[in-house]
């Protein structure tokens, strides 16, 4: 009897990790009896493609697709599906989509008909504390991906506009309840370590390595990413900072933050330590100097440590150096254009 394990979520819960653990590793899982479906089963072998089977399909199915019309679509893809990979001898389908927790009008009617024909469903979702989920969205749909129009907004302003996700995850689990009953497992993120392992464990799946996807930046890309995004009106996808992360990750190849300068360079009490380390050789240097009629080496002034420059001195810097690119920007934009007013013009000289 095949096993046909649901991962529905929740999102921000490490999904896109498992995710890409899975569609990494299909050989292995095959050899283990397991078949990854994928987002929306587009690694199903059945030969009447629907339009939403690609990695990309969930808002085609959930969004643009009537939920009579999906839940008939989804009965024929998983009946053929689940038939199939019985008769090759798999024990397992996993289906993972983080869209499924709260879309459950779409798929619970095709799935409680499943059930209902004996097929052996389990529905596995993880949760978190809400107020570091509401967190983790803000700066994945607000920040990162500033999912709506208009200026970059803070968190308060943010969270009406993201309107249904409202950070409660009861209602949904409930309507998963009502079909599953216990053969819906719901497992605290917070309490868990990796998720991932967690996931491969429960479902006893080994030796694959763990893939890491969709992690939150740093604090100054994230810093960088939000200054970045605030430039627009529009909506901007996170994909459009990602050239410019891409620059910087080029030329910092060490990508480590530097303590402050007067941090990096000798204390007094390392440099006086210094000296008397190097007494002998001191002594040795100024009987030449006094030989020469030269003062000898006075070391009765500490020396004063390099100091931090100020931030309003970096931002001059900093300031001066956009300057002078935006101005050899300028030249290199004028020398294009009559560069090009000169191509036009020997085009024009050959017609003639």
Not at 7 to 14: A, F
Not at 65 to 70: D, F, G, L, Y
Not at 171 to 195: A, E, H, K, Q
Request: aromatic share 10%; charged share 25%; glycine share 4%.
């Amino acid at each position: 009897m095949l096993k046909l394990v649901i991962h529905i979520g929740h999102g921000k819960t490490g999904s896109s990790s498992i995710q890409k653990t899975l569609l990494q590793h299909t050989a292995e899982l095959s050899k283990q009896g397991i078949k990854y479906l994928g987002l929306m089963l587009e690694n199903a072998s059945n030969p009447h493609r629907k339009a939403w089977q690609r990695n990309s399909g969930s808002d085609q199915y959930f969004d643009k697709t009537s939920s009579e019309e999906a839940n008939a679509q989804l009965l024929e893809v998983l009946s053929e599906e689940i038939s199939a990979l019985q008769s090759e001898g798999f024990s397992c389908a996993i289906w993972s989509n983080e869209w499924l927790a709260t879309r459950g009008r779409h798929v619970l009617p095709a799935l409680s008909v499943l059930k209902s024909r004996g097929i052996d469903i389990e529905v596995q979702c993880y949760v978190r504390r809400h107020d570091e989920w509401a967190q983790s969205a803000y700066l994945q749909w607000g920040v990162k991906h500033k999912s709506y129009e208009g200026p970059l907004r803070d968190f308060e302003s943010w969270l009406p506009v993201f309107g249904q996700r409202d950070f409660r995850f009861g209602p949904s689990l409930r309507s998963w309840n009502d079909v599953f009953g216990t053969r819906l497992r719901v497992f605290n993120y917070d309490n868990l370590g990796d998720v991932v392992e967690h996931f491969l464990t429960s479902n006893n799946i080994s030796d694959l390595t763990v893939a890491q996807d969709n992690i939150t930046p740093d604090s100054i890309f994230l810093a960088a990413q939000a200054v970045f995004n605030s430039r627009s009106r529009n909506r901007v996808y996170p994909t459009e900072f990602a050239s410019i992360s891409r620059i910087l990750r080029k030329y910092d190849q060490n990508n480590t933050v530097l303590p402050e300068l007067d941090k990096l360079t000798p204390t007094e009490d390392t440099l006086s330590k210094l000296v008397i380390d190097r007494k002998e050789d001191i002594d040795e240097v100024n009987s030449f100097l006094l030989r020469s009629s030269e003062p000898p080496l006075s070391f009765d002034e500490p020396i004063k440590q390099a100091p931090h420059p100020t931030p309003w001195e970096m931002d001059q810097f900093i300031l001066k150096l956009v300057f002078s690119l935006a101005e050899e920007a300028a030249e290199l934009k004028s020398q294009i254009v009559a560069l090009k007013a000169q191509i036009n013009a020997q085009k024009t000289d050959k017609a003639h």
